[in-house]
């Protein structure tokens, strides 16, 4: 069956974090897709909402099937069922890692640039918040390894919270570089938490390592924890709910005892059907919104390069959001996202993602072509007398 990406669905008036505007605003901000979630995931929401009774709801066999199946055969990630537990989301799931790995006042690490929420739920959290920069070389991103390496001693950092792939820079880190960071972390005895959220947004030409599976390999996993959901990969976030991986007995206990400390082991019934039939039936769905996306990015990149050459696009490795350099039209990163407003067009202003974001804006293409183009002219116009 050929998905229809080109529909554009009018999601004003429903709530929608993305579409928040009273007037014709394009939004390619939030990672969240414009797309109809698959045939098949509406489907299985379809057929609970008529059963009619939505009680309370445990996870079924069938569901660690499907997780079990998705994760060993695209990523050889072999997991077993007491392998696997729930998490209301990634970010929830951030923010109990730092119950399970350290106290008030501990260093994690993070890089620079990140996703919001890495630096907010450490300070919420009352951690020390340590920043390692991503070095730019050859218009990619790379972990610097010498600069982590001095910070978790000089910090004594304990924690460290891994983007992979990352966000928003879109690299998906290599089993060399990656293999190179557990190393390092293991010579130093600090944990990581590796957010995979991204994970079945790699495009063409790339490879996804799960970090659990080279933690294993080398003799940490009892250090180790990954975050992942079908959330982002199947554009359901508003369904809300994820997994957290961990393969050691002792870990796994303690980590299933603080969710049930914190009441947070649970997700609604919708979340464990929807979660079942995107890993058992969405993998067609997602290989055409892959297609679809790595056309969106071009068109984009083809945009920039023809328009805007002086914006420095970072080309993604994953996922549908792409990191520009705005730096040769702004002085003020505030007066920046003012203008793309003005526009009525909205981006995500870098500077959200850390110091490194500093006159940098993150755009989603995630949206039928025809908006995509809107939005890009919009773009145009912002700059073009700057
Ligand atoms: C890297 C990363 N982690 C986590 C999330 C959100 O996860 P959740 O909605 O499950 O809390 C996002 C959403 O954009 C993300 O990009």
């Not at 190393?183 to 030409?205: F, M």
């Not at 071009?298 to 696009?313: Q, R, S, W, Y």
Request: hydrophobic share 40%.
């Amino acid at each position: 069956m050929q998905y229809n990406f080109d529909e554009i669905i009018d999601r004003r008036g429903t709530g929608s974090l993305k579409w928040h505007y009273s007037d014709d605003t394009i939004p390619l901000w939030v990672a969240d897709m414009d797309f109809k979630a698959a045939p098949p995931i509406l489907a299985s929401v379809q057929r609970v909402a008529e059963h009619g009774i939505l009680g309370y709801t445990k996870p079924t066999d069938a569901l660690y099937e499907a997780i079990i199946n998705w994760h060993g055969s695209r990523y050889g990630l072999q997991l077993t069922k007491d392998k696997i537990l729930f998490s209301p989301g990634v970010v929830p799931s951030l923010a109990l890692m730092m119950q399970i790995f350290t106290e008030v006042g501990d260093a994690v690490m993070v890089n620079d640039p990140i996703y919001t929420p890495f630096t907010t739920k450490v300070q919420q959290n009352k951690r020390t918040l340590v920043m390692s920069a991503l070095k730019e070389v050859e218009g990619k991103y790379q972990l610097d390894l010498k600069d982590i390496e001095a910070k978790i001693i000089e910090h004594k950092v304990k924690l460290y919270l891994l983007c992979n792939p990352h966000n928003p820079g879109g690299r998906v880190w290599t089993a060399d570089e990656l293999k190179a960071l557990l190393a390092l972390c293991k010579k130093h005895d600090v944990a990581i938490v590796s957010d995979e959220i991204h994970q079945d947004l790699t495009l063409t030409g790339h490879t996804f390592t799960p970090f659990l599976k080279l933690a294993e390999a080398a003799g940490y996993a009892h250090k180790v924890v990954s975050l992942t959901s079908m959330t982002k990969t199947f554009n359901v976030a508003g369904i809300k709910g994820s997994m957290i991986f961990a393969k050691e007995d002792a870990l796994i206990k303690k980590i299933s005892q603080q969710q049930y400390l914190n009441d947070e082991y649970e997700l609604n019934l919708f979340a464990y059907t929807v979660m079942q039939s995107a890993y058992e039936e969405g993998g067609e769905w997602l290989g055409q919104v892959l297609a679809y996306i790595e056309n969106n990015i071009e068109t984009t990149l083809d945009f920039l390069a023809g328009h805007l050459p002086n914006i420095k696009v970072m080309r993604p490795e994953a996922s549908y959001l792409i990191w520009l350099d705005c730096s040769a039209y702004a002085q003020d990163d505030q007066a920046l996202y003012d203008k793309l407003r003005e526009a009525k067009v909205e981006l995500n202003s870098g500077i959200k993602y850390g110091r490194e974001g500093h006159l940098k804006m993150r755009i989603n293409v995630a949206c039928p072509e025809a908006l995509l183009r809107e939005g890009l002219n919009r773009v145009y116009a912002a700059f073009k007398g700057s």
